[in-house]
């Protein structure tokens, strides 16, 4: 079966590029009427004197930045358009920017591909394998505020083996059905990537937890970014899912839309959070009661503790 494409022209003429960057929660200035001007987000600016070096313009849907690390980082060239974009800021390649942009914007492109193959092989595969030598209790996860039960439920934990993951802090990703998709891997020590993940998972096929915050029969769900936000929500007797980041995908509407009668976000008190529940707001309010919480600035969930998560959210619905 052949692997699902984008078609790369119509992706570029159906998105706009500004929507693009509201998703990653970047404010641009308007200094004329198709022009927009501002700092550079992209992880290859590195040029301390050029920070607002980057523009954008609305009427060619093309953006570029002056700076010598950017410039240098693309071999020369300055800029390009959405797809380019994407896969800088989310260290992938053009393909996987094209079908990341199919996702987040449910654009249906031409390709002559039949639609229900294509999703069939995006769909993240069952792992034919489980990672042995886990430390559900290292040090690493009682100084995030995980406790040993908990560590142990998710297989959460220090891995000792071989491979990519090795020396990570592990978290297993679950589907709706609770088949193992995949592990991500978070750094301990400060090391980049802070997170790695399998070659060809897509995170935007599933929420993290979904499967158990199904099983508690729960119509309403609380929706975290990342892992640690979602377990320290769990501990304080929530139902809840995690995005996996900021981004938010059709497929994830649809599963939140298929379990749920309502939603409460939780998302991190930076813009990032902040731009992406408000996009998440317009995307289903039409569809189901949301509440969405705003905590202080630069505060996650994984940083409350219990008691001020309940303030936040309400009473827990689970005793331990």
């Not at 070096?53 to 093309?62: A, G, I, M, R, W």
């Not at 800029?79 to 380019?84: E, K, L, N, P, Q």
């Not at 800021?89 to 654009?107: H, I, K, Q, T, Y």
């Not at 994984?302 to 309940?310: A, G, K, T, V, Y």
Request: aromatic share 8%.
């Amino acid at each position: 079966m052949p692997a699902p494409q984008a078609d790369f022209q119509s992706l570029k003429q159906r998105i706009p590029i500004d929507h693009v960057l509201a998703r990653y929660g970047v404010r641009l200035r308007s200094i004329g009427p198709h022009t927009l001007y501002g700092a550079c987000p992209l992880p290859t600016h590195t040029s301390r004197n050029s920070r607002q070096s980057f523009s954008l313009n609305l009427s060619l849907q093309v953006w570029s930045c002056h700076s010598a690390s950017c410039v240098a980082a693309r071999g020369g060239r300055m800029g390009g358009h959405v797809i380019d974009l994407v896969a800088i800021m989310e260290r992938c390649s053009l393909r996987e920017a094209g079908l990341r942009l199919r996702d987040w914007f449910s654009v249906h492109t031409s390709h002559p591909a039949p639609a229900m193959a294509s999703s069939a092989v995006e769909t993240n595969r069952p792992l034919g394998f489980a990672l042995q030598r886990i430390d559900t209790r290292h040090p690493y996860l009682a100084q995030r505020g995980i406790s040993p039960a908990t560590a142990r439920l998710f297989g959460v934990g220090m891995y000792h083996g071989n491979g990519f993951l090795a020396g990570r802090c592990v978290i297993p990703i679950r589907d709706e059905k609770s088949q193992l998709v995949a592990y991500a891997g978070r750094a301990v020590n400060g090391e980049e990537p802070k997170y790695r993940f399998p070659a060809g998972f897509r995170k935007s096929q599933v929420l993290f937890n979904l499967d158990r915050a199904i099983a508690t029969g729960s119509r309403n769900v609380i929706v975290v970014e990342g892992f640690f936000d979602a377990l320290k929500v769990y501990q304080a007797g929530h139902p809840v899912v995690a995005l996996m980041g900021s981004s938010f995908s059709q497929r994830q509407s649809e599963l939140l839309l298929s379990h749920f009668a309502s939603v409460t976000l939780m998302l991190d008190g930076d813009e990032p959070g902040r731009q992406a529940a408000e996009f998440i707001v317009q995307l289903l309010i039409a569809k189901l009661p949301i509440n969405k919480v705003e905590l202080p600035n630069h505060i996650q969930p994984d940083q409350l503790s219990p008691m001020e998560i309940n303030v936040h959210v309400g009473p827990p619905t689970r005793t331990f």
